[in-house]
């Protein structure tokens, strides 16, 4: 079992900066990929980004790119999300994901994290 805490939502206004926390417990291991999803009112919930636990590697949407940043701490078992330049369409619930490297999708989730950009 994995459990997911999201924290490090707020106001901002647009062009300010916010950085998430997901902290990570229980058994993932190094072939673990945690995923940050969005989901604005009205909305299906969007992929942000993701990271693979072992190597890093990154993927992004197009409509963060540039902007956000995904990074992880092996020590503090925890994913960032770094978001810069934010946006008032960046404004949504901001959720933590985790799934295994061959699977195609997330089965633990965070409980989320409201980001609001005020214009």
């Known amino acids: 079992q994995v459990q997911l805490v999201e924290s490090g939502g707020g106001l901002v206004q647009a062009g300010g900066s916010l950085r998430l926390s997901c902290a990570v417990s229980?058994?993932?291991?190094?072939?673990?990929?945690m995923g940050w999803f969005r989901q604005a009112p009205g909305k299906e919930r969007e992929f942000v980004s993701h990271?693979?636990?072992?190597?890093?590697?990154?993927n992004y949407a197009d409509s963060v790119k540039g902007r956000f940043a995904i990074s992880r701490d092996y020590a503090k078992n925890t994913v960032y999300l770094q978001m810069n330049n934010l946006k008032p369409e960046d404004t949504a619930v901001y959720y933590c994901?985790?799934?295994?490297?061959?699977?195609?999708?997330?089965?633990?989730w965070g409980q989320g994290t409201q980001v609001t950009v005020s214009s």
């Open positions: 994901a985790g799934r295994m490297f061959f699977q195609s999708d997330y089965n633990y």
């Open positions: 229980g058994r993932t291991g190094s072939n673990y990929v």
């Open positions: 990271i693979v636990w072992s190597g890093g590697a990154t």
